[in-house]
């Protein structure tokens, strides 16, 4: 990175303009100087940056969270730079303990396979998988031999391992750290070396990890990357990280209505920073956003019926969109039913307990989920709340269940 770089006017402008295009939603850029050293080296050559973004393929589901770095990696994309989507099916193998009490269950090769044919599908509705390369770590780090690996572990020693926050708090509370576990962040450093990264996204629980991608490409004699941290989106319960296990997310395969009706629990003073980070509405059109709603001139809820409309179309498209917004007005602010009512034929039994019409219907998933479910009054037979949860359910042609604020099934005969 020593060479410094002569720029035209119009190619300092350029510099200037996809630094503040990038910078939106940072956390931190380490270090800043290197970040606008690439840029500069970028324009002045034509040559795109290699922008690299891991992902530990341990869960197949994508949700709001997940996007934040994807947006990130769109921009890159849009400016002419080379995406590196490095799936860790090896590194998956072992799980990133990153924010994790305990270890991790090892994942199978079928189950990391699955879980990353999953991923590269919903990243392509954020980003144009066309241009996009796709890793496999398993390339270069199965090959290793033990001496290779003796020689990656020479570069980091136990007590810098023990400055991460999780295994610092594991090892102070006796909780136990297999070695193996020490071997994620370097395999996950060397993924940068073998793919001469320029740049690397991720959260700000990955630091890191990131910067361990800097420490080995100087080890062996790589230009080093810089580290680009995002953050993290809080879920709807507006508390902790968005997340499935607790069930305070919005999946981005979800239904439409589904995903429309969870935008609308998004908490008032987390509407701005989801419209930064999991968006790409102009900044200027959320800062006026954000105005309004600090004068009064913007309702919340409108704001968030916005928003809900906005992610339903980054994922099913316009039409879709505007019937979730329909769909959502007439069944919640009018307090009526829907007139698109999803239909099923019924052939069982004529009388049939709740329970077992919830989940034959597959309204519920369990029978202890459907129990819950109805003893917190969160069933209705045409409108009437199920009070009993023993009760017998005549069947009859056209009888309307619902489950929850979003879950309807009209029976036929």
Request: glycine content about 8%; charged content about 30%.
């Amino acid at each position: 990175m020593e060479k410094e770089f002569t720029l035209t006017e119009q190619q300092q402008a350029e510099v200037e303009r996809q630094l503040a295009y990038l910078q939106r939603g940072v956390v931190e850029i380490v270090p800043e100087a290197d970040f606008r050293k690439k840029i500069e080296k970028s324009v002045a050559t034509g040559k795109p940056l290699k922008i690299k973004l891991g992902m530990d393929p341990s869960a197949p589901d994508v949700h709001i969270g997940h996007t934040v770095p994807l947006h990130k990696l769109r921009q890159f994309q849009e400016l002419g730079h080379e995406i590196q989507m490095l799936i860790g099916d090896f590194t998956g193998r072992i799980g990133d303990p990153t924010g994790k009490s305990e270890t991790r269950k090892q994942l199978t090769d079928e189950e990391v396979k699955k879980n990353a044919e999953t991923y590269v599908e919903q990243y392509g509705k954020i980003l144009d998988m066309d241009k996009v390369t796709i890793y496999y770590n398993s390339e270069w780090l199965k090959p290793l031999q033990f001496e290779d690996v003796v020689k990656l572990a020479a570069n980091m020693t136990v007590a810098r391992m023990l400055e991460r926050d999780d295994f610092e708090k594991r090892y102070k509370s006796g909780q136990p750290i297999s070695v193996h576990e020490f071997f994620y962040p370097l395999m996950q450093g060397y993924d940068s070396v073998a793919l001469d990264t320029d740049i690397e996204v991720g959260g700000t629980d990955q630091k890191f990890n990131l910067l361990m991608g800097r420490t080995l490409q100087e080890a062996y004699g790589k230009e080093k990357q810089v580290a680009l941290t995002l953050p993290l989106i809080e879920g709807l319960d507006g508390e902790r990280k968005m997340s499935k296990s607790l069930n305070n997310y919005i999946g981005i395969d979800e239904a439409p209505n589904e995903i429309f009706g969870k935008s609308m629990s998004i908490p008032d003073e987390l509407m701005i920073k989801y419209y930064k980070l999991a968006t790409d509405l102009p900044m200027e059109e959320i800062e006026k956003l954000e105005a309004g709603l600090a004068d009064g001139s913007v309702h919340p809820r409108d704001a968030k019926m916005n928003l809900g409309a906005l992610f339903v179309e980054m994922y099913h498209g316009k039409e879709a969109a505007e019937e979730a917004r329909t769909y959502f007005q007439t069944v919640f602010q009018k307090r009526s039913l829907p007139t698109d009512l999803p239909e099923t034929k019924w052939e069982g039994e004529s009388s049939v307990w709740i329970v077992d019409l919830l989940v034959e219907l597959k309204m519920m998933s369990s029978k202890g989920e459907a129990r819950r479910m109805i003893q917190n009054g969160g069933v209705k037979i045409n409108e009437e709340k199920v009070e009993d949860v023993q009760q017998q359910v005549e069947i009859e042609d056209g009888l309307i269940l619902q489950v929850g604020k979003r879950k309807f099934m009209k029976l036929t005969k």
